[in-house]
């Protein structure tokens, strides 16, 4: 009976410590994922980037694992709080990316359009102010229609770009028609007004009559002031006009 009993005492003092023992760990692991709770809560309310968050948020994860139990009936309600708060996070991440992803889609179908008008300005031909102003409209336009991917971002910018210099370099090459054409025209008229001034002054000599004289000056004087400034606008025309390679 003596080691029959001394058996029993040795088991229930055992017993007895280790449920002291398991209300102390208990107790611990409560108070572990209490903070845990605390700390999602914060996390998931103060994100400024969501990877760094959902990093955070595994870390969390992994300390609650390492937590140990606080009781089956406890366990099951500090999950719940703790559970809530990633889903606050996870809620929010998510709804992020959707808008992030439909705006990224937005701005692909506005470049895809700016693009479109651009080539269609292009094929026109026309360069005229009220086309010029608006291929300067678009690019105003691309620059508001936002982010839309590194990747497809230059894909569509290169071929908007393309679009663009086709549109200037023709604008530039019509200029440059434009510019070769008034010349020719002035230099035309240089030579006319030439002609007429040296018409005049033979009809000078010719008379004798002062008054005809006097009219004649005054409209070969006429001739030669519209001549220089004949003169002049060639000069600023050369200037605008590129020497041929």
Known sequence: WQAFSSARREFNDRRRAYFDNLD?????????????IEEAKKVAANVTSYKAAADQMNQLMDSWKA???????????????????RQVFYDAR??????????????????????????????????????TE???????????????????????????????EAFWDGKHSDSQKRFQDALARKEAKIEETRSEINSLQVKSFETEDYDRIHSLERQIEAKKALMENLKQDVEELKKKIEPAE
């Open 67 to 85: 937590a140990g139990s606080a009781g089956h009936d406890m366990d099951e309600e500090l999950w719940k709080g703790f559970n809530e708060a």
């Open 24 to 36: 102390t760990v208990r107790a611990e692991a409560k108070q572990k994922k209490e903070a845990l």
């Open 94 to 131: 998510r709804k992020f990316f959707d808008e992030r992803e439909a705006a990224r889609k937005a701005s692909v179908a506005a470049k895809k359009s700016l693009i479109a008008e651009a080539k269609e300005l292009t094929s026109k031909g026309d360069y005229s102010k009220e086309i």
């Open 134 to 164: 608006r291929m300067k409209q678009l690019d105003k336009e691309w620059k508001a229609a936002g982010y839309c991917g590194k990747e497809e971002g230059d894909k569509l910018w290169n071929e908007f770009k393309t679009a663009k």
